[in-house]
């Protein structure tokens, strides 16, 4: 660990997993380079302090609670953060400053938290940016109102094979699905990330050159903010758990258990939600496609029953002697085991990169906002992963984990997700782009005066 350097810094993640993880990554990687870390977080979804015992807690006492919560509506529950955390974050930011602890060098703030930049503004404290996006996924998110007014948006259905020259190689389905009856709140909450991106003292990326570089080339000539991309975030220390609900370890043992390569691991993240009949088609396409499988059936994912008993016998069977299902696994550890030879994801930007760092080819069911474009690079640009198309039908899920599991087909995927994982392991070793981003990170941090 490098030496203490007497600078603190103050992080603020939005209170979502997706959000959280990458958040606390970066807080233990520039603890690792001598910074002290106060997180400041909301009540909802607090941070479990006994995995980080080396950062300091404090809640900003917004008092919002989880019956509140519903992700259901994002925008709603950003314009809620909004309205009840701005002047209790602002007093918290303000006591942190004036302690005696180490100084506040630096606020990081997730970037969908418009309201952080007048208040550090009028705190007198300098401000940087996580957007846990990818980069692609952030330009096309910055560009929405322009897709809107050149009639891309909203999407009809007419149109969604149309090409969107703006942002090759996406289609009109690729592009971001933010349900939404209030376009404007959505433009003011985009806009709002905009501006305190651009006008911040810089944008820390969790993604990699060799992964995005065009995107990211266009993001710095586009803005002239500085741009750290210094993932994958998750690889670059020790990994301790920002898990909000509690990783059920009994599928390591199971995994132990299987033939190398053979499982398929099933999860869509941590907002995503399928309906009934969905829940029971994927059921019946792992029953058909004879491979076993881990999946995360997260409490509150089915909108209807997701009691099992209801699920096909020839799935019950199935599941008695090949499957496995847990509420919430410990991700990393799953796509890093040996028996682990295909993921199918809802392709949230973390779990991308997970993936990607381990070579585990994807199988592609992207639900909502940024997932949709990822999905695209992954099966597409990247070509680590298939597209699962129109729709959850239990004969095209057994054809896609067979294709990416047995099949000669899906030998050149597994080839090409090796690669991946061999960049993004070495991008983080000294002399690669991500070690020496965060390098250049933790150097610009410390020029800031105190
Ligand atoms: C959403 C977006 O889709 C994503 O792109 C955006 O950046 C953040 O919000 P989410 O649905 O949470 O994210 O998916 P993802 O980004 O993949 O994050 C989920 C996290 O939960 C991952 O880090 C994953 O490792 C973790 N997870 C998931 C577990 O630890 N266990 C599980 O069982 C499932």
Redesign the pocket.
């Known amino acids: 660990m490098n030496q203490r350097n007497n600078r603190r810094l103050v992080l603020f993640p939005l209170p ?4 959280i ?1 990458p958040m606390l990554q970066l807080a233990q990687i520039l603890h690792d380079r001598g910074f002290s870390i106060t997180i400041l977080h909301t009540d909802l979804n607090s941070p479990d302090p006994s995995s980080h015992p080396h950062f300091a807690f404090r809640s900003i006492g917004d008092g919002l609670g989880q019956s509140e919560a519903s992700t259901s509506d994002i925008l709603r529950l950003i314009t809620l953060l909004d309205a009840r955390c701005a002047a209790p974050f602002e007093e918290r930011l303000r006591e942190e400053m004036s302690s005696r602890d180490a100084p506040v060098t630096c606020l990081i703030a997730d970037a969908l938290f418009g309201f952080a930049r007048d208040v550090a503004e009028r705190a007198g404290v300098r401000r940087m940016v996580l957007r ?2 990818g980069a692609t ?1 952030l330009r096309v998110i910055a560009g929405l109102r322009l897709l809107r007014e050149r009639g891309y948006l909203p999407i009809e259905e007419s149109r969604l094979e149309d090409p969107v020259p703006e942002f090759p190689p996406l289609r009109v389905k690729d592009l971001p699905r933010i349900k939404t009856r209030e376009p404007e709140l959505l433009d003011r909450i985009l806009n709002d990330m905009i501006e305190g991106i651009k006008d911040s003292s810089g944008l820390i990326l969790n993604t990699f050159e060799d992964l995005e570089q065009p995107a990211l080339s266009l993001l710095r000539q586009e803005d002239p903010i500085a741009v750290f991309a210094i993932g994958p975030l ?1 690889k670059c220390g020790p990994s301790s ?1 920002g ?1 909000l ?1 509690a ?1 059920d370890r009994s599928c390591i043992s199971w995994l132990d258990k299987q033939a190398p390569n053979s499982v398929v691991y099933v ?6 939600s399928v309906n009934e009949s969905e829940f029971s088609e994927i059921a019946l396409g792992l029953a058909d496609s004879q491979q076993p499988f881990l999946w ?1 059936v ?1 409490p509150g994912s089915v909108s209807g029953s997701e009691l099992l008993e209801n699920l096909p016998g020839c799935f019950l069977e199935a599941l008695q002697e090949r499957g496995k299902i ?1 509420k ?5 550890e799953v796509l890093a085991h040996r028996a682990v030879g295909a993921f199918w ?8 990169l ?1 993936s990607i760092s381990e070579g585990v080819p994807m199988i592609c069911t992207p639900c ?4 949709n474009a ?1 999905a695209r690079f992954v099966s597409d640009v990247w070509r680590v992963g298939v597209h699962l198309n129109n729709g959850l039908e239990r004969r095209k899920i057994a054809e896609a984990i067979r294709k990416l599991l047995v099949e000669k087909e899906g030998e050149e995927v597994r080839e090409r997700a090796a690669q991946f994982k061999e960049k993004a392991n070495s991008c983080l070793m000294q002399g690669g782009s991500s070690f020496q981003s965060l390098d250049a990170l933790a150097n610009h941090i410390l020029s800031f005066e105190l």
Do not use: C
């Open positions: 979502l997993q997706g959000h993880n846990t996006v996924a998750h758990s898990s609900l990783e999860s869509f993240g941590s907002i995503a995360v997260r847990v919430w696994a410990p991700q990393h994801t809802h392709n949230g930007w973390n779990s991308i997970e909502f906002a940024d997932q990822n």
